[in-house]
T-cell receptor, first 114, second 112 residues
Framework: DTAVSQTPKYLVTQMGNDKSIKCEQNLGHDTMYWYKQDSKKFLKIMFSYNNKELIINETVPNRFSPKSPDKAHLNLHINSLELGDSAVYFC?????????????FGSGTRLTVV | GEDVEQSPFLSVREGDSSVINCTYTDSSSTYLYWYKQEPGAGLQLLTYIFSNMDMKQDQRLTVLLNKKDKHLSLRIADTQTGDSAIYFCAEKLDNYGQNFVFGPGTRLSVLP
């Protein structure tokens, strides 16, 4: 009965590779997000999708491209990976965009670029 | 910068009350949250409190907020073995942005 699930949990890859992280939510939420966590537990929003439409696209390199095939899925594709992309990435969902009281997060994907 | 701190561990006996504490630094936080993470699972939102509230009760959960001291606590009444998990305190940094700061988590162990 996982609410927000993301795969893989761990991803180790070489610089220059292209990789994807998948996210699925079974809560019936309309909005999904991708966050990047820095070392101080700060989750910074990268993208927000509402019903398959891009709502928020923060200052993120073009190498990062989200794709939402339906409102229950939001995948993150990263081209030409760089060392600085190493981080934990969290997927989240909420019933409404920007709803302050209803975010549910996945368990995170730890990406290591070597 | 923003920071959220929690004690790393808490052990209680089944049936007792658990109190998990959290301190935060950003006085402009509008919403504060408690999340629960069970092994292998994501972060499940347990409850939240708006910054102009002092207390919120939701069944076995009571959240207390002391805005002056920037202290947030989560009390779980009649703690059960199913409550064993890691509990994260989090703050949303402003009303219009969507960035969060999470604490490091408190691992709650419930002993039979």
């Amino acid at each position: 009965d996982t609410a927000v699930s993301q795969t893989p949990k761990y991803l180790v890859t070489q610089m220059g590779n292209d990789k994807s992280i998948k996210c699925e939510q079974n809560l019936g939420h309309d909005t999904m997000y991708w966050y990047k966590q820095d070392s101080k537990k700060f989750l910074k929003i990268m993208f927000s999708y509402n019903n398959k439409e891009l709502i928020i696209n923060e200052t993120v390199p073009n190498r990062f491209s989200p794709k939402s095939p339906d409102k229950a899925h939001l995948n993150l594709h990263i081209n030409s990976l760089e060392l600085g992309d190493s981080a934990v990435y969290f997927c989240a969902s909420s019933q409404e965009e920007g709803a302050s009281y209803g975010y549910t997060f996945g368990s995170g994907t730890r990406l290591t670029v070597v | 910068g923003e920071d959220v701190e929690q004690s790393p561990f808490l052990s209680v006996r089944e049936g007792d009350s658990s109190v998990i504490n959290c301190t935060y630094t950003d006085s402009s936080s509008t919403y504060l949250y408690w999340y629960k993470q069970e092994p292998g699972a994501g972060l499940q939102l347990l409850t939240y409190i708006f910054s102009n509230m002092d207390m919120k009760q939701d069944q076995r959960l009571t959240v207390l907020l002391n805005k002056k001291d920037k202290h947030l606590s989560l009390r779980i009444a009649d703690t059960q073995t199913g409550d064993s998990a890691i509990y994260f305190c989090a703050e949303k940094l402003d009303n219009y942005g969507q960035n969060f700061v999470f604490g490091p988590g408190t691992r709650l162990s419930v002993l039979p």
